[in-house]
């Protein structure tokens, strides 16, 4: 719909779109003497107040001699948006849609009678968290801003990190009633020209009233909406982010949420974390492979505790298996019982301290260890040798450092309890060969799942169990990017030849 | 017909690697189904050495009409009536295969972990397994073997390496007593395990490199050979002139690991091994069955087969094989042998005369090479839609 000309019927139009909205601010301006009367438009707690009276009240105030007798209102608008108004940002706009946009996005927009255009004028301000220390990875060695709400704060941070052009954003408005921005960021010449595409035509088909988080454009875009494992990485580190654009791969940042969307992603990815670069790479090799163990642990520690106890005790040494044998004594239920009472508790106490206040923290911390630690094992509730295997469980399913990939870790981990429960080494088995079998069959955005060691490719495996030094990680992950020439050859750095002795 | 799936040239070899791998973990035929196990790792490696020449053969014929399979080869050959009918016969062997394995896994996890459940409960949870796997495509089969071949691999090595204590080179010795000609027959049992990489031919038109199937079939045999003669040398030299009597060789060596009172009992591991192993195996050819009848029926998709077949896996697997020993009695000389090595070699003689005779293929061969080797490439490791390569300019140059 264009606007009109009259500035009434105009004003009218507006209040009616926001419905007398007791944040939609009307201000109306008599720009010059004799000059067409004026209205700025915008939104109040959206704009910076005191941007809106400096630079663009004051700025029309201030205009000389000469513009102020014009009376076109066109050629009075043209004077505004060269000479006066003092932001970075003025577009003209002439109907109503990309008004309201504009408004909505913390511009102010200055009418005029007479006049079927606008001055879009940005002056978008409003309150925004501080840029801290990323909460959920946290690191000892690396940067420590994190991505805040403001999508172009976001946006600012990645691009702060690279200076070359090649750094390109796509915008996307998603959502009916939410109009939220998104932005897909990629390199050009990197990423994969067809990877780009795939994710922007994913971007496009959807259609929902609103995205309040980079988790519903994830469950939108994601390949195997049915799988328990999370097939598109969120991170909420910009430097991880710029890390995987170097990679190759696309990023997903919306509006109003700290995290961005990084694909396609493998299941490597989802082991790693940015300090593992930070560190020289045998300490990030080490982690790495604690990580791996980690994972491994997290999901089969207890089921293997359930099938040795409960079907092979023969396998277990011999004082192991006495000194269970003892323990579990008294314990009046089976061992999958007390398995799963354990886990549960045990997610129980987790979801309880994360939710709750953080006053009241410590209050279930100490009920945890006292009933949990100590008083069900005196209690002969269940045995200790239990409580530690579900401890070592739950610590090693925090050491993953995706949040989404461990928690999937822990609800893949009872269908497998009760599998050994069942059938012993061989339910686990099982348990573990269909497991393997769907993650075999995962894609991320056409890329497998289970590379870089399956299909295997060199470049891949030099940054998945092992880190390789940065020198001689010359190649991006082949199935995402365009591979060769991450850093040029003979960087190893060697001592100079032929020096003075020392 | 490839539903745009791929397998690269490594996950060939994985499968079939682990596939030999199965059978060697369970029963080790070469020293439980002989009467002389000194001699068993001679006619391992005579075996080895003959599958290398067949694996040239299937190769050779592969290369004739590049991404066909041996079904479609055989119909190419031998015209409609004959050639339906090799591929018959080769459905055959290849379901029954996957029905031995199931029985296989079942008896084993009975003569060892688990004496008290029925073997039909394993065999019928392995076959589901598998059958899931052939159902998602032989490009998650492919990807699963490479992921576990190298596990796989690993951890059997250390089960051979952790007993050393036990094993004693006079064992060992002498070496071929009896002269190098009573020891060759027994070869014909490892060549006709060898032989199974038949099913590598249905493969071919997934393959990313389908002319260098030569060199795949030919590192798969160096490969199992190897593991497989230093399972016989490892399990001969542990257990001595009784080693035939063990039923489960390599889970009995795993068995008896003793490593600083600490590391005891490993046999977890034959178990895991032999439980990844026999599902790839059986959804392997399970997958090669169905697959195989729907090139020979026609069909445009073979998983609507895959269950069907894994039900009727499970009903044939209590008929084929009396008990634990009647498999053993299965696998030894008096039987294998004869029923495998007569029908792979005599029906690739068949389709090798054939295509002598034909002479087909030749140059028309050579071109398709070069379309299906342009066709492979863009989509390897499956991303489908990988665009030519426009050298990689970095930003900051």
């Known amino acids: 719909m264009p606007l009109a000309r009259s500035l009434i019927e105009n004003r009218a139009a507006l209040a009616g779109a926001f419905g007398n909205s007791p944040d939609l601010v009307l201000r109306d301006l008599q720009l010059s003497p004799q000059g067409p009367e004026g209205l700025l438009v915008c939104l109040n707690g959206l704009v910076e107040a005191s941007l809106v009276g400096s630079s663009v009240i004051e ?89 805040i709400e403001t999508l172009d704060a ?100 919306v509006d109003g949420t700290p995290f961005a969307l990084v694909m396609p992603a493998t299941i490597t990815m989802f082991l790693t974390s940015p300090e593992d670069y930070y560190d020289r790479w045998p300490v990030g090799t080490f982690l790495r492979l604690v990580r791996y163990a980690a994972f491994a642990v997290s999901m089969a520690l207890p089921s293997l505790y359930v099938a040795l106890t409960t079907f092979h005790q023969e396998m277990l040494p011999t004082p192991l298996a006495l000194s269970i044998a003892a323990q ?71 050491a993953i450092p995706v949040y989404s ?63 390789a030094p940065i020198w001689a990680h010359d190649r991006r992950p082949e199935l995402v990017a365009h591979a060769k020439g991450r850093v040029a050859a003979r960087q190893m750095p060697r001592p100079p030849k032929g020096g003075p002795g020392r | ?85 090799v591929a018959f016969v080769y459905v055959v062997f290849f379901f029954l295969i996957a029905s031995s394995v199931s029985r296989e896994v079942g008896e084993a996890y009975v003569a060892s972990a688990m004496p008290e459940t029925p073997w039909f409960a394993f065999a019928a949870v392995v076959l589901a397994v598998a059958a899931v796997a052939a159902a998602s495509g032989i490009e998650v089969i492919g990807r699963a073997a490479e992921l576990l071949v190298v596990a796989a691999l690993a951890l059997f090595i250390t089960v051979l390496v ?37 099913a590598g031919w249905m493969l071919a038109p997934y393959l990313d490199y389908p002319h260098k199937m030569g060199k795949y079939l030919v590192s798969y045999v160096v490969i199992s050979g190897v593991v497989l003669i230093a399972a016989i040398l490892a399990v001969v030299a542990a257990f001595g002139p009784t080693a035939n009597s063990r039923i489960l060789p390599v889970y009995n060596l795993a068995r008896n690991v003793s490593v600083a009172r600490f590391l005891e009992r490993v046999e977890m591991i034959p178990l895991a091994i032999w439980t990844f192993a026999a599902w790839v195996k ?22 609507p087969l895959v269950f069907p077949l894994a039900f009727l896996a499970a009903a044939v697997s209590p008929v084929l094989h009396e008990d634990l020993f009647g498999l053993l009695d299965y696998l030894s000389w008096d039987n294998w042998p004869v029923y495998a090595c007569t029908l ?5 003689a068949v389709l090798w005369g054939a295509a002598l005779l034909r002479g087909g293929g030749g140059k028309a061969g050579r071109s398709e090479t070069k379309r299906a080797e342009g066709h492979a490439r863009p989509g390897r490791g499956g991303t489908g839609q990988r665009p030519a390569k426009k050298g990689g300019h970095t930003p900051g140059n």
Request: charged fraction near 20%.
């Open chain 1, 328 to 398: 579990r004594r008294g314990v009046p239920v089976p061992a999958i019982v007390e398995a799963f009472l354990l886990e549960l508790a045990f997610e129980l106490f987790r979801e309880a301290g994360l939710r709750l206040p953080r006053i009241i923290g410590p209050a279930i911390t100490i009920a945890g260890t006292l009933v949990i630690g100590e008083a069900a094992a005196r209690a002969g509730l269940v045995s200790p040798v239990m409580v530690v295997a579900v401890a070592l469980t739950g610590i090693s399913s925090f």
């Open chain 2, 282 to 303: 059986i959804g392997l050819f399970l997958w090669v069955s169905a697959a195989a009848i729907s090139q020979i029926a026609g069909l445009k998709d073979y998983r």
């Open chain 2, 1 to 85: 017909m490839t539903d745009g799936q791929q397998l690269s040239g490594r996950q060939l070899v994985a499968l079939l690697v682990l596939m030999r791998l199965e059978v060697a973990t369970i029963i080790l035929p070469s020293v439980s189904c002989v009467d002389q196990p000194r001699e068993s790792w001679v006619a391992a490696l005579a075996g080895t050495l003959a599958a290398v020449p067949f694996g040239l053969l299937v190769a050779a014929l592969a290369r004739r009409f590049p991404g066909q399979t041996v079904v479609q080869f055989g119909r190419a050959m031998l015209g409609r009536l004959a050639g339906t009918f």
């Open chain 1, 59 to 147: 700025a029309i105030s201030l205009m000389d001699q000469e513009d102020a007798a014009l009376t076109d209102p066109a050629k009075l608008l043209e004077a505004l948006r060269l000479r006066y108004l003092a932001t970075t940002e003025v577009v003209e706009v002439s109907s109503m849609r990309p008004l309201l946009r504009r408004l909505t996005s913390g511009s102010c927009v200055l009418l005029l009678d007479r006049s079927a255009t606008g001055l879009a004028v940005h002056t978008a301000g409003w309150r925004e968290r501080r840029i801290d220390d990323s909460p959920s990875e946290s690191t000892i060695r690396g940067p420590r801003d994190s991505f």
């Open chain 2, 344 to 348: 792979q070699v005599t029906l690739l």
């Open chain 2, 162 to 198: 952790l007993p050393l204590d036990m094993m004693r080179i006079s064992n060992l010795l002498p070496v071929l007593e009896r002269g190098l000609a009573p020891a060759l027959p027994a070869s014909l049992i490892s060549f006709g395990l060898f032989g199974e990489m038949i």
């Open chain 1, 405 to 467: 990939m461990g928690i999937s870790i822990r609800l893949i981990r009872f269908p497998l309890l009760l599998l050994s429960a069942l059938m012993g080494l061989f339910g686990l088995a099982t348990g573990l060969s269909l497991l393997l079998i769907h993650v075999c069959s995962l894609r991320s955005f056409g890329v497998p799942y289970t590379s870089p060691f399956s299909p295997l490719t060199p470049g891949g495996v030099r940054d998945s169990v092992v880190r």
């Open chain 1, 154 to 253: 976001n946006v600012a941070m990645i691009r702060r990190r690279f200076r070359h052009p090649s750094l390109r954003f796509e915008p996307l408005v998603v959502g009916r009633a939410t109009q939220t921005d998104i932005v897909v960021a990629h390199l050009l010449g990197i990423a994969r020209e067809s990877i780009v595409k795939e994710v922007l035509t994913r971007l496009r088909r959807i259609d929902i009233d609103g995205i309040l988080e980079s988790g519903y454009i994830e469950e939108l875009i994601e390949d195997q909406p049915l799988s328990p494992f999370p097939q598109i990485l969120r991170t909420d580190r910009p430097d991880r982010v710029a890390a995987a654009l170097l990679e190759g791969r696309v990023a997903v940042l």
